[in-house]
Each structure stands twice: as structure tokens, then as C-alpha cells.
């Protein structure tokens, strides 16, 4: 089994600029929130917190007053970005990264979508409220689509990176 990566450039409209604003925040306050969990619990345990660890404590905090804005990005979104956490752990203590760091709202931002994205003819179908987003498809999409992953650059240019 082959994995082809291809970059299109997307075109959301205003509202799911909006959108897509609000999800890179929950990633991003995620990301932060998670890793700072992981950093307390290593120094109370000794041990750092596991994927499904991370996982469970996301239905928790879209409950809480305080954090229900998280309910608005999609829950897979979140997922993945406890998996890529957990990654990050794993490649620093196999030697082949740098310890994790906190992400800041400046710079590149990034979702990933692990699921349920399909190509309709030149728009990419995204699952919850992002819906339809017109993208400059260059290529076939040829095969099942595996995982996309949604980018903004510093400029506000948004890139798809779709694994198929």
C-alpha cells in the first residue's frame, strides 16, 4: 500500500475562515493545555500521561462553563492532536526530536482531519460545520482519502495536505 501527500490550495469562504479560526484555537489551546497537564503529571508521578488519558479528559472540559467552546470544533480535530502530542513525546525520548513545545497563535497554524473527507468535483467536503471548501485541485485524487491536514500560513493563505 502506497501513501501519496498532495498540497492543494483551498479558498473557504468568510464564514469558514470564521470557522476554521475557531478550530485552529481548540488545537492550539489543546495542544498547550495538554502539554502543560503532561508537564504537571511527570513531576507529581514520574510518568507522563498516555493518548487515552488525554482523550478522556476532552468530553470533561467541553462540559465546563469555562471551556464549552470547545464543543465547536469538530472532536476528531482534538483527537488527533492528542495522538500527534503523544508522538511528539515519543520521538523526543527516542532521540529524534526536541521536547515539545507550546504553540503560539503567531506562525503557521494547522488541524488535521484523520477521516470523513471526501473530494466533490474542484471542493474538498470536510465532516461538521466546515462543509464544501473550493480548492485548486492540480491532480487526481486517485485512491481513498486518508488524512487531511488544514494550514494557514502567517500570509492567510490555507493549504490542504491531503494523504491519500
Not at 507529581?44 to 462553563?65: I, V
Not at 483527537?79 to 503557521?108: D, E, I, T, W
Not at 488541524?111 to 474542484?122: D, F, L, R
Not at 474538498?124 to 486518508?146: M, Q, S, T
Request: hydrophobic fraction near 35%; glycine fraction near 6%.
Amino acid at each position: 500500500m502506497i501513501h501519496l501527500s498532495l498540497k492543494v490550495r483551498i479558498y473557504p469562504s468568510c464564514e469558514q475562515v470564521i470557522t476554521l479560526a475557531q478550530h485552529f484555537g481548540s488545537a492550539r489551546w489543546w495542544w498547550n493545555y495538554a502539554l502543560n497537564k503532561c508537564i504537571e503529571t511527570y513531576k507529581e508521578t514520574g510518568k507522563g500521561l498516555t493518548r487515552s488519558a488525554m482523550n478522556s479528559m476532552l468530553p470533561r472540559l467541553k462540559r465546563e462553563e469555562e471551556t464549552q467552546w470547545l464543543k465547536e470544533c469538530h472532536s476528531q480535530v482534538l483527537q488527533s492532536v492528542s495522538l500527534n502530542l503523544s508522538r511528539a513525546y515519543l520521538n523526543f525520548f527516542a532521540g529524534r526530536a526536541k521536547y515539545p513545545r507550546f504553540k503560539s497563535k503567531f506562525g503557521r497554524q494547522s488541524i488535521q482531519y484523520p477521516q470523513k473527507v471526501k473530494q466533490v468535483e474542484s471542493f474538498l467536503k470536510f465532516p461538521g460545520k466546515l462543509g464544501l471548501v473550493k480548492a485548486k485541485i492540480h491532480r487526481r485524487l486517485d485512491g481513498e482519502i486518508k488524512t487531511v491536514t488544514v494550514s494557514m500560513t502567517p500570509s492567510g493563505k490555507y493549504y490542504a495536505s491531503v494523504l491519500v
